[in-house]
């Protein structure tokens, strides 16, 4: 397992954009695949975005296809959730998440590192 840090949430207005950073530590980074997911109070955690270690191999969920963005960094250890066209309804706690498996899972159940989840909101 890897410690996981979200940073560059916040409020912004629909239509803007908005970049999330998900820090890792260690120096084993780029032997895992990340994750993006996200949780709405009263709902389940649903997968929003993923990619491979070596960053090949992506997956979305089809509500944010064409709009987001995932991409990684090994050499910073940091991968990175572009959000552009945001709508209200992405308003949710953005959670990182990494696995060992090689290439980009989207079952919450193949992850089993955690961040601690950055707030955002899109107001209408």
């Known amino acids: 397992q890897v410690q996981l840090v979200e940073s560059g949430g916040g409020l912004v207005q629909a239509g803007g954009s908005l970049r999330l950073s998900c820090a890792a530590s260690?120096?084993?980074?780029?032997?895992?695949?990340m994750g993006w997911f996200r949780q709405a109070p009263g709902k389940e955690r649903e997968f929003v975005s993923a990619i491979s270690s070596l960053g090949f191999t992506i997956n979305y969920a089809y509500s944010v296809k064409g709009r987001f963005t995932i991409s990684r960094d090994n050499a910073k250890a940091t991968v990175y959730l572009q959000m552009n066209s945001l709508r209200p309804e992405d308003t949710a706690v953005y959670y990182c998440?990494?696995?060992?498996?090689?290439?980009?899972?989207?079952?919450?159940?193949?992850?089993?590192?955690w961040g601690q989840g950055t707030q955002v909101t899109v107001s209408s």
């Open positions: 998440a990494a696995t060992q498996r090689e290439r980009a899972p989207s079952l919450l159940s193949d992850y089993n590192s």
């Open positions: 260690g120096h084993t980074f780029s032997r895992y695949a």
